[in-house]
């Protein structure tokens, strides 16, 4: 017998969401939805059955709210959005918008996928006390491999002594509006992790002028915007004499949406914290 059978679900919601059956659809609530990254969700999900859209949303002054798309209302009203248990807001918005939509899940009990990134120290604060009561995947970066990316660098930067200077390059399209990179910063902390140092005390971006000589233990940002590249991060172990570079190269947003899709199953059948593209994964 399950523990559900024995409890009233009304008394225990989050024991009732953590039972949703392998196999059964997973509800997306999607703001954003005539994004970038909103449309490549939308267009994965059409092809995908175990996936559904149950409600999107858009910035009120956006051309097709009102409108019928997927056969879904695009409304205006972030309050479509909490779907309740087994549901899943995913959110690749602005910070400030992803902030009201965390307050929703919360208070419905929605889990919540978040790839927007430049989030705030402030803000990730309000985003942990929601995962107290409802389940969050935080990702700058969606990407399997990105996932494992990162895992690599926080193992080469732990193996490497600090006499090896690490430097992070990233590249996106003209229309980003954050630098560096959520991924970038996350490739940081990874490094930093693996150095057991906070990224924070040893980060040097947007260099430029006088700088001085380069800090030893410093890890470095440089940042390029053009075209629509989708995103490419190189990070660069310089030693003496010799250097390894590792790189990820984003061919296509596909990549993200099908990470998001596979942490929106994930998170739908969590119990309440805050989780990442690692736990996706594992
Ligand atoms: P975008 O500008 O194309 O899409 C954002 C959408 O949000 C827009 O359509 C905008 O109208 C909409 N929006 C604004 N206010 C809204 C509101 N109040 N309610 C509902 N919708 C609203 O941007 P994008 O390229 O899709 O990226 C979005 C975010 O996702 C960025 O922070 C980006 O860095 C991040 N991103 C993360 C990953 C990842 O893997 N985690 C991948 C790609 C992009």
Redesign the pocket.
Known sequence: MAVHDVLDPRLYPQIQGAEKMAGEITRIAL??A?????KMIRDLVAEKAEFEIAAL???SD?PLVGSTTDGVFLSAD?DVLGLGKGGVIVD???PE?TLMHIEIARKTGTAMVI????LTNEQEKALSRAAADTPIVY?????VGVTLLAQIVRQVAGQLGQDWDIEIVETHHNQ?I?APS?TALALGRAAADGRNVNLGEVRDSGRDGVTGQRRQGDIGFAVMRGGDVAGEHTVTFFGQQERIELTHRAGS?AI?AR?ALRAAAFASVQTPGLYSMDDVLA
């Not at 790839?115 to 430049?118: D, V």
């Not at 990702?139 to 990407?143: D, E, L, P, V």
């Open positions: 703001p954003g005539a994004g970038r990254m909103g949303t858009e910035h956006h972030a690749f918005t602005r918008v790839g927007t990134t430049g990702c700058a970066n969606t990407s980003k954050d959520g947003r993200f990470g």
